[in-house]
């Protein structure tokens, strides 16, 4: 089915180049939150467009730059359909063809690139436990993607596309109550039957994309350095490079990392470059001194100080 070129265009919220409108008017149709421009924050152009739907909202947001939105915690579901671009909400990366399904009640920090005109679909989260519950599925927890390009998760993006056609049209089924009823439970059953299929098992990342991101600890392993921040580098889901470090590497990014940072405290211990056992942990970022003297044995058969007094 054929897309508008700007979905919900007789539905205009807000357009401005303003960050502070643009944040007052999605923080009055979705949640309070800090909209910040990446760098100069050049080219801001906002553009808002939403449809309520008594339960169920549809927006339609653009801002043309890079922007990243910290919110304190949403008390509904989000679905988010990036239309162009990438999408990062933690360790949940959404390109075209996935949508993210933000969870509920957390604190988050969300990155979009530029160009990222995306959709999003907002559902009260008592609705989607009531349609949850007729289907006898788990109601969803979010922090997860949606494959829209397969099965259920296809389906229901057509869904929200007739949906969107439908809304342009002054004499549409949207306009007659009945029918904007069955058609708002139709978009949620279907959410609720897509994240209940499983899909195929995702494919375990090439062994030189887990060598990339092994690289990557090894260089910052300083730095305090999450498993979610290697995964959005490397351009992999959590899940995903966690599934290829065990199997190209037969460990998982935070045992590396931890391997990692021993054998550079080591390493300063050995050379006689620290002065001390806390002087080597503080500079390679191990964030615990307390379990380092017990990894540290476990890992080289001696105590971080019996290394260090035979380096003098």
């Known amino acids: 089915m054929a897309r508008t070129a700007t979905p919900l265009a007789s539905h ?5 180049t303003s960050v502070d409108a643009a944040r007052a008017s999605v923080s009055d149709s979705l949640a309070p939150h800090r909209l910040t421009p990446v760098g100069r924050g050049e080219g801001f152009r906002a553009l808002h467009n939403a449809v309520d739907l008594d339960g ?22 989000l679905v988010q359909i990036p239309l162009a671009g990438r999408t990062t909400i933690g360790g949940v990366v959404a390109v075209p063809g996935t949508a993210a399904v933000t969870p509920v009640g957390r604190s988050l920090r969300m990155h979009y ?33 949606l494959d829209l390009t397969r099965g259920a998760g296809r389906c229901w993006r057509g869904l929200v596309d007739l949906l969107l056609v439908d809304l342009e049209r002054p004499d549409g089924l949207a306009a007659h109550p009945a029918a904007a009823a069955s058609l708002r439970l139709a978009l949620v059953d279907g959410l609720v039957a897509g994240l209940a299929d499983p899909g195929p098992e995702p494919a375990t990342p090439a062994e030189s994309v887990v060598r990339r991101a092994a690289r990557l600890l090894e260089e910052h392993c300083a730095e305090p350095l999450g498993t979610p921040d290697v995964a959005e580098a ?7 490079l966690q599934a290829g470090f065990r199997a190209h590497l037969g460990c998982t ?49 001696e105590s971080p100080s019996d290394t260090l007094r035979r380096s003098r």
């Open 56 to 77: 169920l909202s549809l927006h339609f947001i653009d801002y043309a730059t890079e922007v990243e939105v910290a919110v304190d915690g949403l008390d509904f579901q």
């Open 113 to 145: 690139s530029a160009g990222n005109p995306r959709l999003m679909v907002r559902v009260a989260v008592p609705l989607l436990r009531d349609r949850a519950a007729v289907a006898r599925a788990t109601c969803p927890a979010g922090g997860t993607t």
């Open 234 to 240: 490397v351009h992999l889901s959590v899940w995903a």
């Open 253 to 301: 990014p935070t045992a590396y990392l931890r391997r990692v940072r021993l054998e550079r405290v080591r390493e300063s211990l050995s050379d006689g470059s620290a002065a001390s056992v806390t002087d080597a942990a503080l500079r390679w970022g191990v964030p615990h001194l307390g379990r380092l003297a017990g990894d540290y044995r476990a890992a080289f058969g």
């Open 12 to 16: 205009g919220v807000l357009r401005t």
